[in-house]
């Protein structure tokens, strides 16, 4: 039934990726109306798709990950949102090194324009990498599909919940908003490397990236927050989720400097242009990188939780005239730690 479903959503999707806006508008509601859209039971349906079996583990490039994108291709065009990839399209396509130029990989990207005549041409970008590692080596039971259910299919939904609370508004955020999904990120960041490269808008209109990778697992009252010392948006996560307590969430710094998780996903591509931005994580697990990254595994209930603590920062960020800034030191260690000038 469900490797059935896939492969019927592929076209079907495929064919929706224009802007033609076909689908009825959501309904417009309040602030708290709007969080409220963002739910465990989503979160299940959404991550129990997108690392099913017949998606394959959504290797870069692969049937599977093309799946992934066209689904939520679809599901932004089901919000009305405007259509930020090629030719009027949902999807950027990226072409893959050393492979020839008809073999390309998908972002999928939408924007959902702001209200204030000035600060609309600002935006702030939740981002998450749909991709995972395909198909590997059988574990002991025999699975062979790496499913990537945490990682990240639980980002990649919070993405698409922060779509639909953001668009379900009644009264437009002043700044725009950008919804990217990328591909390649298990393969060295690629995706979100092709992107900050090309961007839709201009680079410099960009005034924070709020990136989600993993947010599924482990202790079920914080989350963790990677690059809150470097600038404003540090102090902000945490103001927010004190201002939130019905959240149940404490904001950390990163726990794990050695590892050095601020080189390891989407966001690195955006602190590269002097872009603030936060990394939300909530750390590796004995079923990273496995095929056991089980959709069963996953605290829906704390996915949900923290997309909505992103929701009130990204509502912040997006409704203030002033935008997010660097610290003096903070800009000066990213540019040492990114390599840049």
Same mark, same amino acid.
């Given at each position: 039934?469900?490797?059935?479903?896939?492969?019927?959503?592929?076209?079907?999707?495929?064919?929706?990726?224009?802007?033609?806006?076909?689908?009825?508008?959501?309904?417009?509601?309040?602030?708290?109306?709007?969080?409220?859209?963002?739910?465990?039971?989503?979160?299940?349906?959404?991550?129990?798709?997108?690392?099913?079996?017949?998606?394959?583990?959504?290797?870069?490039?692969?049937?599977?990950?093309?799946?992934?994108?066209?689904?939520?291709?679809?599901?932004?065009? #089901?919000? *009305?949102?405007?259509?930020?990839?090629?030719?009027?399209?949902?999807?950027?396509?990226?072409?893959?090194?050393?492979?020839? #130029?008809?073999?390309?990989?998908?972002?999928?990207?939408?924007?959902?324009?702001?209200?204030?005549?000035?600060?609309?041409?600002?935006?702030?970008?939740?981002?998450?990498?749909?991709?995972?590692?395909?198909?590997?080596?059988?574990?002991?039971?025999?699975?062979?599909?790496?499913?990537?259910?945490?990682?990240?299919?639980? *980002?990649?939904?919070?993405?698409?919940?922060?779509?639909?609370?953001?668009?379900?508004?009644?009264?437009?955020?002043?700044?725009?908003?950008?919804?990217?999904?990328?591909?390649?990120?298990?393969?060295?960041?690629?995706?979100?490397?092709?992107?900050?490269?090309?961007? @839709?808008?201009?680079?410099?209109?960009?005034?924070?990236?709020?990136?989600?990778?993993?947010?599924?697992?482990?202790?079920?009252?914080?989350?963790?927050?990677?690059?809150?010392?470097?600038?404003?948006?540090?102090?902000?996560?945490? #103001?927010?989720?004190?201002?939130?307590?019905?959240?149940?969430?404490?904001?950390?710094?990163?726990?794990? @400097?050695?590892?050095?998780?601020?080189?390891?996903?989407?966001?690195?591509?955006?602190?590269?242009?002097?872009? $603030?931005?936060?990394?939300?994580?909530? *750390?590796?697990?004995?079923?990273?990188?496995?095929? #056991?990254?089980?959709?069963?595994?996953?605290?829906?209930?704390?996915?949900?939780?923290?997309?909505?603590?992103?929701?009130?920062?990204?509502?912040?960020?997006?409704?203030?005239?002033?935008? $997010?800034?660097?610290?003096?030191?903070?800009?000066?260690?990213?540019?040492?730690?990114?390599?840049?000038?």
């Amino acid at each position: 039934m469900r490797v059935v479903l896939a492969l019927f959503l592929l076209p079907s999707c495929v064919g929706a990726q224009n802007g033609r806006q076909t689908a009825a508008e959501p309904p417009r509601m309040g602030v708290p109306e709007a969080v409220a859209t963002i739910t465990p039971v989503d979160f299940r349906a959404r991550i129990g798709f997108l690392a099913d079996d017949a998606l394959r583990g959504r290797g870069t490039p692969s049937p599977g990950l093309e799946v992934a994108a066209a689904y939520i291709a679809s599901e932004f065009r #089901s919000l *009305g949102l405007m259509p930020a990839g090629d030719g009027e399209t949902y999807l950027q396509r990226w072409p893959l090194e050393g492979s020839d #130029s008809t073999l390309t990989a998908p972002n999928v990207v939408a924007i959902l324009r702001g209200s204030d005549p000035v600060l609309a041409d600002t935006y702030v970008v939740f981002s998450a990498h749909m991709d995972h590692v395909g198909v590997g080596a059988p574990d002991a039971s025999g699975d062979s599909i790496y499913n990537g259910a945490d990682d990240d299919a639980s *980002g990649t939904s919070a993405v698409i919940e922060l779509a639909e609370a953001f668009a379900s508004l009644a009264e437009t955020t002043p700044r725009s908003l950008i919804f990217l999904t990328v591909s390649g990120e298990e393969r060295g960041l690629l995706g979100s490397e092709y992107f900050a490269e090309h961007p @839709p808008v201009p680079a410099e209109s960009i005034v924070a990236n709020i990136n989600i990778d993993m947010i599924g697992r482990n202790s079920p009252d914080s989350a963790v927050v990677i690059g809150q010392e470097y600038s404003s948006l540090g102090p902000l996560a945490v #103001s927010t989720a004190e201002a939130y307590p019905e959240l149940r969430l404490t904001v950390g710094p990163d726990p794990w @400097p050695e590892e050095r998780f601020f080189f390891r996903s989407d966001h690195f591509h955006f602190a590269r242009k002097e872009i $603030p931005a936060l990394f939300f994580f909530t *750390g590796v697990h004995e079923d990273y990188h496995k095929p #056991s990254d089980h959709v069963e595994r996953i605290d829906v209930d704390k996915a949900a939780r923290i997309t909505r603590l992103i929701f009130h920062i990204g509502h912040a960020i997006a409704t203030d005239p002033e935008p $997010p800034r660097w610290t003096d030191d903070g800009l000066e260690q990213i540019r040492q730690l990114t390599g840049s000038r």
